[in-house]
């Protein structure tokens, strides 16, 4: 690529809406613009890292027997109607109608349409396993587009779906799928955990996500440093530090308008784990009393797969559901159903004492109230892990992929079946996987920055090699320059050659920014001593090369053969 004749908009300012580092640096390194929230345009730059991440995906996936196939992005309504999900899902989806009035979709993922296609095409069990996938453009109206490519509304993803007999086919292509995510993660140059996660509006038998670590994630994920236990804080287990409880006798104490944890501990001069937090929630069977300890904070997926769809009561109903304003109710005497925290099966607690202004101290769960015990709190940073009590770690992280065993869920609403050696007609059992491809991009410049730029991992770079003429109107600088770019392009290198006619610390500081692996430069020692530097972007490291060995010595530093 010649940068005077291609579109590369670099900027020296961030863009004004920009939090995370590689929002502002695609964006700088004019990799992106943004077309409208959560909209974006890949630019010449931005292209071709997609492009090298495609590859990578596409060589691993069909190194599992994936085959590639393309799927509508345009959808009619009455697949997502017999799955189920034209109302389960509600504004994310778009939605549109055609010329005859007839609904129309469009496609946030493809379950429904591979669902179709093997209820069309399959028939026997001879025709399983099948294992097929694309890359393709999905379209979500996501609540809150937003740290650039991380979070958009329109976006690629590649998905595979897996068709089998049986639980074991699963098995073996989810087996198969976790594996090369791996390779294409690691290839791709990033650093990530493997977690346990919550299968959400997909439903199934079991789903991980593959979590990159970055401080603009929006998931955190509790890791085990000693026995690699890793799972999203949404479901993570711990064991909390154990407080040292006093040898407090039950007595009710005045609390004056000390409604909130932080109140009540400043006012009783108590640490908060030593409080019990009574929250009243409306479950589909009515109001249920949740409690955590004061420190802690209640996990909703955890008491979502409990109860089913709730929400906080609200203040009239909570005086109804315990007779008692919000602030000052505890599960003393409480008649509603109760669930706890399991860390509250031990200890002796401050809680509401279900009158204004007073709380009860000295309450024993077990003696005092009854309650059903269950995992609700958050896990922590230096909690024990629930499988080796070594302290865990909280980070927070990107997800860029995630596999699920879906199941039959898809093949019965949409009736895929086969039918199996004795003629019997059976479900197709599925399963689906994802990545995000702009994710992996945004993932790697989260992980690989400077203060100056992007430091690309090698294989994903736009290009490998950054070649820069210090001044295009010196002719000896010049005609070196352009040898030097054919002899690289015709070694199979890609090369983004500026040849523009800009001041050199303009060049330098874009070069920095782009950070393409290799910068050669071609300046006053190419004219005075016949040799240009070759540096390597992420060290620094600079050596002086004659002209004649730049294919070489870009080959080996790049650690490529001849
Ligand atoms: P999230 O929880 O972040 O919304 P998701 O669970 O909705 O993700 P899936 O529907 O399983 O994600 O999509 C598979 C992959 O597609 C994700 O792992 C992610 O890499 C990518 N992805 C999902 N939503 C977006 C988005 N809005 N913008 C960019 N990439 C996305
Ligand atoms: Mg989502």
Same mark, same amino acid.
């Given at each position: 690529?010649?940068?005077?004749?291609?579109?590369?908009?670099? #900027?020296?300012?961030? =863009?004004?809406?920009?939090? &995370?580092?590689?929002?502002?640096?695609?964006?700088?390194?004019?990799?992106?613009?943004?077309?409208?929230?959560?909209?974006?345009?890949? @630019?010449?730059?931005?292209?071709?890292?997609?492009?090298?991440?495609?590859?990578?995906?596409?060589?691993?996936?069909?190194?599992?027997?994936?085959?590639?196939?393309?799927?509508?992005?345009? !959808?009619?309504?009455?697949?997502?109607?017999?799955?189920?999900?034209?109302?389960?899902?509600?504004?994310?989806?778009?939605?549109?109608?055609?010329?005859?009035?007839?609904?129309?979709?469009?496609?946030?993922?493809?379950?429904?349409? +591979?669902?179709?296609?093997?209820?069309?095409?399959?028939?026997?069990?001879?025709?399983?396993?099948?294992?097929?996938?694309?890359?393709?453009?999905?379209?979500?109206?996501? $609540?809150?587009?937003?740290?650039?490519?991380?979070?958009?509304?329109?976006?690629?993803?590649?998905?595979?779906?897996?068709?089998? /007999?049986?639980?074991?086919?699963?098995?073996?292509?989810?087996?198969?799928?976790?594996?090369?995510?791996?390779?294409?993660?690691?290839?791709?140059?990033?650093?990530?955990?493997?977690?346990?996660?919550?299968?959400?509006?997909?439903?199934?038998?079991?789903?991980?996500?593959?979590?990159?670590?970055?401080?603009?994630?929006?998931?955190?994920?509790?890791?085990?440093?000693?026995?690699?236990? $890793?799972?999203?804080?949404?479901?993570?287990?711990?064991?909390?530090?154990?407080?040292?409880?006093?040898?407090?006798?039950?007595?009710?104490?005045?609390?004056?308008?000390?409604?909130?944890?932080?109140?009540?501990?400043?006012?009783?001069?108590?640490?908060?784990?030593?409080? +019990?937090?009574?929250?009243? %929630?409306?479950?589909?069977?009515?109001?249920?009393?949740?409690?955590? /300890?004061?420190?802690?904070? #209640?996990?909703?997926?955890?008491?979502?797969?409990?109860?089913?769809?709730?929400?906080?009561?609200?203040?009239?109903?909570?005086?109804?559901?315990?007779?008692?304003? =919000?602030?000052?109710?505890?599960?003393?005497?409480?008649?509603?159903?109760?669930?706890?925290?399991?860390?509250?099966?031990?200890?002796?607690?401050?809680?509401?004492?279900?009158?204004?202004?007073?709380?009860?101290?000295?309450? +024993?769960?077990?003696?005092?109230?009854?309650?059903?015990? $269950?995992?609700?709190?958050?896990?922590?940073?230096?909690?024990?892990?629930?499988?080796?009590?070594?302290? @865990?770690?909280?980070?927070?992280?990107?997800?860029?992929?995630?596999?699920?065993? @879906?199941?039959?869920?898809?093949?019965?609403?949409?009736?895929?079946?086969?039918?199996?050696?004795?003629?019997?007609? /059976?479900?197709?059992?599925?399963?689906?996987?994802?990545?995000?491809?702009?994710?992996?991009?945004?993932?790697?410049?989260? !992980?690989?920055?400077?203060?100056?730029?992007?430091?690309?991992?090698?294989?994903?770079?736009?290009?490998?090699?950054?070649?820069? %003429?210090?001044?295009?109107?010196?002719?000896?600088?010049?005609?070196?320059?352009?040898? @030097?770019?054919?002899?690289?392009?015709?070694?199979?290198?890609?090369?983004?050659?500026?040849?523009?006619?800009?001041?050199?610390?303009?060049?330098?500081?874009? &070069?920095?920014?782009?950070?393409?692996? #290799?910068? +050669?430069?071609?300046?006053?020692?190419?004219?005075?001593?016949?040799?240009?530097?070759?540096?390597?972007?992420?060290?620094?490291?600079?050596?002086?090369?004659? =002209?004649?060995?730049?294919?070489?010595? %870009?080959?080996? #530093?790049?650690?490529?053969?001849?």
């Amino acid at each position: 690529m010649r940068w005077s004749k291609s579109l590369v908009p670099t #900027l020296k300012e961030d =863009p004004a809406d920009a939090e &995370a580092i590689s929002h502002k640096l695609m964006v700088r390194a004019g990799l992106v613009r943004q077309l409208a929230a959560g909209i974006y345009v890949y @630019l010449p730059l931005g292209q071709r890292v997609m492009d090298n991440v495609n590859a990578i995906i596409r060589q691993e996936i069909n190194a599992i027997g994936g085959q590639e196939i393309t799927m509508p992005v345009i !959808q009619p309504a009455e697949l997502w109607q017999q799955s189920g999900r034209w109302d389960v899902i509600g504004d994310e989806m778009f939605r549109l109608k055609d010329r005859n009035q007839r609904d129309m979709c469009l496609g946030m993922t493809h379950e429904e349409v +591979i669902a179709w296609i093997a209820a069309h095409e399959v028939h026997s069990y001879r025709d399983l396993p099948q294992l097929w996938y694309q890359i393709q453009t999905k379209e979500r109206d996501e $609540a809150r587009p937003k740290s650039g490519v991380l979070r958009t509304r329109e976006f690629v993803m590649k998905d595979s779906y897996s068709l089998d /007999r049986d639980m074991g086919g699963l098995d073996v292509q989810y087996e198969a799928h976790r594996q090369a995510y791996c390779k294409i993660f690691d290839r791709c140059g990033l650093r990530y955990a493997v977690v346990e996660s919550d299968p959400g509006m997909m439903g199934g038998a079991g789903s991980h996500e593959f979590m990159a670590y970055s401080p603009a994630g929006e998931d955190q994920v509790a890791l085990c440093q000693a026995c690699a236990y $890793a799972a999203n804080v949404e479901l993570a287990m711990s064991r909390p530090v154990v407080p040292t409880f006093p040898d407090w006798k039950l007595e009710e104490v005045s609390t004056p308008n000390a409604r909130t944890i932080a109140e009540v501990s400043a006012l009783l001069k108590i640490e908060p784990a030593l409080t +019990i937090k009574s929250l009243v %929630v409306a479950g589909k069977d009515g109001p249920v009393l949740v409690l955590v /300890r004061g420190d802690h904070q #209640l996990r909703e997926r955890k008491l979502e797969r409990l109860l089913g769809p709730f929400r906080p009561a609200h203040r009239d109903e909570v005086r109804e559901a315990t007779g008692v304003e =919000p602030g000052f109710v505890g599960p003393v005497g409480q008649r509603i159903r109760i669930i706890a925290d399991e860390c509250l099966r031990t200890g002796c607690y401050v809680v509401g004492a279900n009158r204004p202004d007073a709380h009860l101290r000295g309450v +024993i769960p077990g003696r005092d109230f009854q309650a059903e015990f $269950a995992d609700l709190h958050e896990a922590n940073a230096g909690d024990g892990c629930e499988r080796c009590g070594a302290p @865990l770690a909280v980070e927070r992280v990107i997800e860029v992929g995630n596999i699920f065993k @879906l199941g039959t869920k898809y093949s019965v609403s949409l009736r895929a079946v086969y039918l199996d050696e004795q003629g019997q007609e /059976r479900p197709i059992v599925m399963g689906s996987y994802g990545i995000g491809p702009a994710r992996i991009a945004a993932a790697a410049i989260e !992980q690989n920055h400077d203060g100056n730029g992007i430091i690309w991992p090698e294989t994903i770079a736009p290009c490998q090699v950054h070649l820069l %003429v210090v001044n295009s109107k010196e002719p000896k600088m010049a005609t070196l320059a352009e040898q @030097l770019y054919a002899d690289l392009a015709g070694a199979g290198l890609e090369v983004l050659y500026d040849d523009r006619d800009e001041r050199p610390g303009v060049k330098f500081k874009d &070069a920095d920014l782009l950070g393409l692996p #290799l910068r +050669i430069t071609v300046g006053s020692r190419a004219v005075k001593e016949g040799v240009v530097e070759v540096r390597r972007r992420r060290t620094g490291e600079e050596t002086a090369v004659p =002209p004649g060995e730049v294919v070489s010595r %870009v080959r080996s #530093l790049l650690g490529r053969s001849a």
